[in-house]
């Protein structure tokens, strides 16, 4: 079974971190974790959220947790970064 990333985060600019996040997919993508939904919270403009599903936890915990990754979050104006991990049961 697949284990579920809930990410949560402020964005300066919502629209501006969407295309970044868009951008971003192919490097998502080689780290094994598939985009599942795409969150805008309503009462929260520039909050942001999305629930990935990912194959390999421990390759997708270094993607979260890499240099490359922090550099494209400063680009998309990313702050106030929440990562769960969510195992099926």
Aim: proline share 3%.
């Amino acid at each position: 079974m697949a284990t579920h990333v809930l990410w949560q985060a402020d964005v300066a600019d919502f629209d501006v971190w969407l295309k970044v996040f868009r951008e971003d997919k192919p490097m998502r993508e080689a780290a094994g974790i598939r985009d599942l939904h795409i969150w805008k919270d309503p009462d929260q403009r520039d909050h942001a959220v999305a629930m990935f599903e990912v194959a390999d936890l421990a390759k997708a915990r270094s993607f979260f947790d890499s240099e490359e990754l922090a550099m494209h979050h400063e680009r998309g104006g990313v702050a106030h970064i929440q990562v769960k991990v969510l195992e099926p049961v």
